[in-house]
């Protein structure tokens, strides 16, 4: 598969099953060959949030792949503008919903708690 490597046309076949490649476009995963279905399983190209193979375009996130449909954000479920988006406990959120999840918004105006600010005990931040 490499350059200087050649196969019989009943050997260059993938190797889970078995089909000839017929066309140009074959795939390489560890040394050995695969058409694409079996490639995206071979590589282990789930997506992180659906669960479901990635046969096309991928988004990439903290070591994850994702269906780019489907990297949004958990709580809201916009999408990202890349690259604004921010991983906590393994799932990505917008700017306002990690605020929110880690509960550093305020309730009265959903703004972010910043330092001074004042927590209804009167207690500074």
């Not at 050649?6 to 076949?13: A, D, I, L, N, P």
Request: proline fraction near 4%; aromatic fraction near 18%.
């Amino acid at each position: 598969v490499d350059a200087g490597d050649y196969y019989h046309s009943t050997c260059f076949v993938c190797n889970i099953c078995n089909k000839p490649f017929d066309t140009a476009k074959y795939w390489r995963w560890n040394e050995r060959i695969y058409c694409k279905e079996h490639w995206v399983e071979a590589a282990d190209r789930k997506c992180r949030a659906c669960g479901e193979y990635i046969y096309n375009e991928v988004s990439r996130a903290d070591g994850q792949l994702y269906h780019p449909t489907c990297f949004v954000c958990t709580t809201c479920r916009n999408p990202f503008i890349y690259p604004t988006y921010i991983i906590y406990q393994d799932r990505p959120y917008c700017r306002q919903d990690y605020f929110r999840v880690r509960g550093w918004l305020c309730v009265a105006c959903d703004g972010v708690i910043q330092e001074g600010d004042k927590n209804a005990c009167g207690k500074v931040w």
